[in-house]
């Protein structure tokens, strides 16, 4: 079992920047690929960045935030980042980490991984 707690977000002015923080306990947290994902109301969670599990660290970006945002793992604090910058408005929404053990998969679709954080509210303001 792996627990996330995520930290970070808020309000914020588009052209600013936000870090969000997903602290993870429970198993070795250098096994675990790990993503963040963001969910608009009334939709479906949608894939922003996965970092690979292994050593290399491998990253991967939605269109919308490539460029802009940065996923980053520290193994020795079990926590992953992402680093927000140039925010929109259209970046409102609320934002959840996510784990999945060795995950091999796309790293892109929710049903992918197995443990969630509780989720954090980012919004922009323009």
């Known amino acids: 079992q792996v627990q996330l707690v995520q930290s970070g977000g808020g309000l914020v002015q588009a052209g600013g920047f936000l870090r969000l923080s997903c602290a993870a306990s429970?198993?070795?947290?250098?096994?675990?690929?790990m993503a963040w994902f963001r969910q608009f109301p009334g939709k479906e969670r949608e894939f922003v960045a996965h970092i690979t599990w292994w050593s290399s660290g491998d990253t991967f970006y939605a269109d919308s935030v490539k460029g802009r945002f940065t996923i980053s793992r520290d193994n020795a604090k079990n926590t992953v980042y992402l680093q927000m910058n140039s925010l929109k408005p259209a970046d409102t929404a609320v934002y959840y980490c996510?784990?999945?053990?060795?995950?091999?998969?796309?790293?892109?679709?929710?049903?992918?991984?197995?443990?969630w954080g509780q989720g954090t509210q980012v919004t922009v303001s323009s």
């Open positions: 996510a784990a999945v053990y060795k995950g091999g998969g796309s790293g892109w679709n929710a049903y992918e991984y197995d443990y």
């Open positions: 429970g198993r070795t947290f250098s096994n675990y690929a």
